[in-house]
């Protein structure tokens, strides 16, 4: 199916889809720019967009694969592609696969996770399948036991691995702790989440052939996000023009920004779903345009990524940085915030993983949990103020390794923050 003209496809969703109908009713009865239309709710719209009955679906559920998504609210959601659609959808994601680094014969092991109705496994290997350039897929998938998939990965000398950084790192962790070399692979392909310095530095020793590089950038409920940009910041995308419009939004105001180097959060307009229509739909993401080419843009992480610990707001970039100033030994190659609560008062824990072989120098450790917890004090004053005041429990760090880290179990994401606070 082709990308369809916006000014049709808001007609058309006004038309069909009750959500929509009510969300633009004040508007003009011809509306073609999308600065003239309200941006998305994200509680609202779930609301709307049920698994029966749903108010966001422009017809009947009678021709489509339903996808579980946890979208950006945390709790899982169905997303809903046409035959015709998810063609599009992997046809386009695969045509930017040439701009990571494939090339004609690689054979790519696809270690995303499948089942459940989670869609990455079948996105990536549908997506190489519809790739401009010939390739080999291994689809072993991401819950295969790390046993198995390694001598599959030596014996098939895949040359592409394509999954989460978390996963990535714990089939690297297992390498390294196997002594198995796998000097085949060329091209770490990562997805789904971000990929820190020191999971770079975990990556680049298991295999020390291969450069890590962005898959390219979607979402189940999004749709099409960004092509991968070549080049040194994986983080660099542009908008998949003409299938989708990408927009970045002032974080107060909702107006579009257009300078380069000024953040906002992305918003985005897929031109070719019309059964679940996509418009002016939060990402869940933050970016800023780069400003080096053509609706280029840079990714700086999710935008509800933080946590509350009494009076004080962290986010995970702030301990990212404070453990990327503080360890220049490269001894972390994992994080996790971590929530408690304890004798009336919340807690951070700072869990920090090390490579394999790293845990015996416990002193170096010990200096190193300082050098953080005294850098990320330098970052967020606020929480050694609430120290002093008693609202909360000093900063500490706990050590693990990486395959200690918590994951979303169907996904394999790291889950970069754990509230382990009672609700009840």
Not at 62 to 85: C, H, I, L, N
Not at 263 to 275: E, K
Not at 319 to 333: K, R
């Amino acid at each position: 199916m082709s990308a369809q003209q916006l000014s049709d496809l808001i007609r058309f969703a006004r038309h069909n889809s009750p959500f929509y109908r009510d969300l633009y009713a004040s508007l003009p009865p011809s509306v073609d720019r999308l600065t003239d239309l309200p941006v998305v709710d994200q509680k609202s719209f779930w609301a709307a967009n049920t698994l029966h009955d749903s108010r966001v679906l422009t017809g009947p559920l009678s021709e489509a694969t339903v996808y579980k998504t946890g979208g950006t609210t945390g709790s899982p959601k169905f997303s809903v592609y046409t035959r015709d659609e998810w063609r599009t959808f992997v046809t386009t994601f695969g045509q930017g696969l040439v701009d990571t680094g494939l090339r004609p014969g690689h054979r790519v092991a696809d270690l995303f996770y499948a089942g459940e109705l989670y869609a990455s496994f079948l996105f990536v290997l549908d997506s190489l399948a519809h790739a401009p350039v010939d390739n080999v897929r291994l689809p072993i998938g991401g819950g295969a036991p790390l046993e198995s998939t390694i001598p599959t990965l030596r014996d098939l000398a895949a040359q592409v691995l394509a999954g989460t950084p978390t996963t990535l790192c714990r089939l690297a962790e297992q390498v390294l702790a196997s002594g198995v070399r796998l000097d085949s692979v060329e091209l770490l392909l990562f997805g789904g989440e971000a990929l820190f310095d020191d999971q770079r530095r975990l990556l680049a020793t298991a295999f020390p052939g291969a450069e890590a590089r962005s898959v390219g950038y979607a979402s189940v409920d999004a749709g099409l996000l960004g092509r991968p940009v070549p080049g040194s910041d994986a983080r660099v995308h542009r908008a998949f023009t003409p299938h989708s419009v990408v927009e970045i939004l002032d974080d107060s105001t909702d107006e579009p920004v257009t300078e380069p180097g000024r953040p906002g959060r992305v918003v985005v307009t897929s031109l070719f779903r019309r059964l679940m229509p996509i418009i002016r739909y939060p990402a869940g993401d933050r970016a800023e345009w780069t400003g080096t080419g053509p609706g280029h843009f840079r990714i700086l992480g999710r935008a509800e990524e933080g946590v509350r610990v009494g009076p004080v707001s962290l986010y995970t970039q702030d301990a990212q940085d404070a453990v990327a100033l503080a360890d220049t030994a490269g001894q972390v190659v994992g994080m996790q915030l971590v929530v408690r609560r304890w004798e009336g008062r919340d807690g951070l824990v700072l869990r920090l993983a090390t490579a394999p072989g790293d845990e015996r120098d416990t002193d170096r450790r010990e200096s190193l949990a300082r050098a953080v917890v005294a850098e990320l004090e330098t970052v967020r004053p606020l929480y050694p103020d609430s120290v002093r005041a008693g609202f909360v429990h000093p900063l500490s760090v706990e050590w693990a390794r990486h395959r200690d880290l918590a994951v979303n179990p169907r996904s394999g994401k790291l889950v970069r923050v754990l509230d382990e606070r009672p609700t009840a």
